[in-house]
């Protein structure tokens, strides 16, 4: 938390000292400045005063105009210039969230220090658009260059795609190698990318599309998935289950745990309660299909051939192998005594 050498509060004050009480009482309501730290729209405020939602935009700006002339702003451009100060440091742009998260969680103030924010001539602020949240900016040049390497490196992910954050701040700063060697911190770097309403992090930090399932965590799948990739290795249902509560915070039943997988193509049953991924290249199925995969795959085998290949996709023992290829409904031995299927 950036502790200030001002009292927000205070300097609001001061500013809206000289306006007329409606002026007043317009910009307390629309800016969330009094004990009710709702920000109201223009139209529920003219209905308390009988006008139109134009006139009461009418207010506002012109109160804002009057406050940006008094004598009460120029003494407050120290306050100004420390606000700046503050984005600079966070990186020259920043999310109007992550900025107020760094100053303040008391919601009154907050919305102080929105107001000082928008009274300012230092800052600007970028609305939210379909890429980005709001955002503010004391380096417009900066802040399209941010927002240009942002999309970019969205193009560039495929829709699947789980990338280690340090691989991303990485290729992110290839993106912006003008800019000043100040903001070539990993933390600024985490807090331009948290702008964008396009890219995210998934529970473990790694970044990829909102919209991914391995990014955007809904249910025990998606969790399920994210450890399994992390473990590296087949793993038992059970254990997923525990590491699942322990990884994540969320509890997971073992049955569901096991139900939920059977579902998802996303994971191959390997063995007893085994549990793999498919992108690791296990084929779907039980024994049988998986013999018949190899069988398609590479031809005629012999048994010893096909028990070393079905062990390397499932965790059963040799005799299972054995059994499923007396099935003669699927399988049959040539005259080499190799195997192959029933056509």
């Not at 990993?186 to 790694?206: F, T, Y």
């Given at each position: 938390?950036?502790?200030?050498?001002?009292?927000?509060k205070?300097v609001?004050?001061?500013?809206i000292?000289?306006?007329?009480?409606?002026?007043k009482d317009?910009?307390?309501k629309r800016?969330g400045l009094?004990?009710?730290?709702?920000?109201?729209?223009?139209?529920?405020?003219g209905?308390?005063?009988?006008i139109t939602?134009?006139r009461v935009?009418?207010?506002?700006?012109?109160?804002?105009s009057?406050?940006?002339?008094?004598?009460?702003?120029?003494?407050?451009i120290p306050?100004?210039?420390?606000l700046?100060?503050?984005i600079?440091?966070l990186?020259?742009?920043?999310?109007?969230?992550?900025?107020?998260?760094h100053?303040s969680?008391?919601?009154?103030?907050?919305?102080?220090?929105?107001f000082?924010?928008v009274?300012?001539?230092?800052?600007?602020?970028?609305?939210e658009?379909d890429?980005?949240n709001?955002?503010?900016?004391?380096?417009t040049?900066?802040a399209?260059?941010?927002?240009?390497?942002?999309?970019?490196?969205?193009?560039?992910?495929k829709?699947?795609?789980?990338?280690?954050?340090s691989?991303?701040?990485?290729?992110?700063?290839?993106?912006?190698?003008?800019?000043s060697?100040?903001y070539?911190?990993?933390?600024?770097?985490?807090?331009?990318?948290?702008i964008?309403?396009?890219?995210a992090q998934?529970?473990?930090?790694?970044?990829?599309k909102?919209e991914?399932p391995?990014?955007?965590?809904?249910g025990?799948?998606?969790?399920a998935?994210?450890v399994i990739?992390k473990?590296?290795?087949?793993?038992?249902?059970?254990?997923?289950?525990?590491?699942i509560?322990?990884?994540?915070?969320r509890k997971?039943?073992?049955?569901?745990c096991?139900?939920?997988l059977i579902?998802d193509?996303?994971?191959?049953?390997?063995?007893?309660?085994?549990?793999?991924l498919?992108?690791?290249?296990?084929?779907?199925?039980?024994?049988r299909?998986?013999?018949?995969?190899?069988?398609?795959?590479?031809?005629?085998?012999?048994?010893e051939?096909?028990i070393?290949?079905?062990?390397?996709e499932?965790?059963?023992k040799?005799n299972?192998?054995l059994?499923?290829l007396?099935?003669?409904?699927?399988?049959?031995?040539d005259?080499?005594?190799?195997?192959?299927l029933?056509?």
């Amino acid at each position: 938390m950036i502790k200030l050498s001002f009292q927000p509060k205070e300097v609001t004050k001061k500013l809206i000292s000289g306006l007329s009480q409606r002026s007043k009482d317009v910009l307390l309501k629309r800016y969330g400045l009094s004990k009710n730290t709702d920000r109201l729209t223009l139209e529920s405020i003219g209905k308390e005063y009988n006008i139109t939602r134009e006139r009461v935009r009418q207010i506002e700006e012109h109160s804002l105009s009057s406050i940006r002339k008094s004598d009460a702003y120029n003494e407050t451009i120290p306050v100004f210039e420390e606000l700046k100060g503050v984005i600079d440091d966070l990186g020259g742009v920043v999310s109007e969230e992550d900025l107020l998260n760094h100053l303040s969680l008391n919601e009154t103030i907050r919305n102080h220090i929105h107001f000082l924010l928008v009274i300012g001539d230092h800052f600007v602020k970028l609305k939210e658009d379909d890429h980005f949240n709001h955002r503010w900016s004391v380096n417009t040049n900066l802040a399209s260059s941010i927002e240009e390497s942002i999309k970019k490196i969205y193009s560039n992910l495929k829709d699947d795609d789980i990338i280690p954050e340090s691989e991303l701040i990485k290729s992110f700063l290839n993106h912006v190698q003008e800019i000043s060697e100040k903001y070539k911190r990993e933390e600024v770097v985490k807090r331009w990318l948290r702008i964008s309403k396009k890219i995210a992090q998934n529970p473990l930090g790694e970044w990829g599309k909102i919209e991914s399932p391995n990014i955007n965590v809904k249910g025990i799948r998606d969790y399920a998935f994210l450890v399994i990739r992390k473990h590296g290795s087949p793993i038992h249902f059970k254990e997923l289950a525990d590491q699942i509560s322990k990884v994540f915070n969320r509890k997971a039943h073992v049955a569901t745990c096991h139900n939920e997988l059977i579902k998802d193509e996303r994971f191959v049953l390997v063995g007893r309660g085994l549990y793999a991924l498919t992108e690791w290249g296990y084929s779907p199925g039980v024994v049988r299909d998986v013999i018949k995969n190899i069988l398609q795959k590479h031809g005629p085998l012999t048994k010893e051939e096909i028990i070393e290949k079905v062990l390397k996709e499932r965790y059963v023992k040799d005799n299972t192998v054995l059994v499923n290829l007396q099935n003669q409904s699927h399988f049959k031995k040539d005259k080499s005594g190799k195997y192959t299927l029933v056509v």
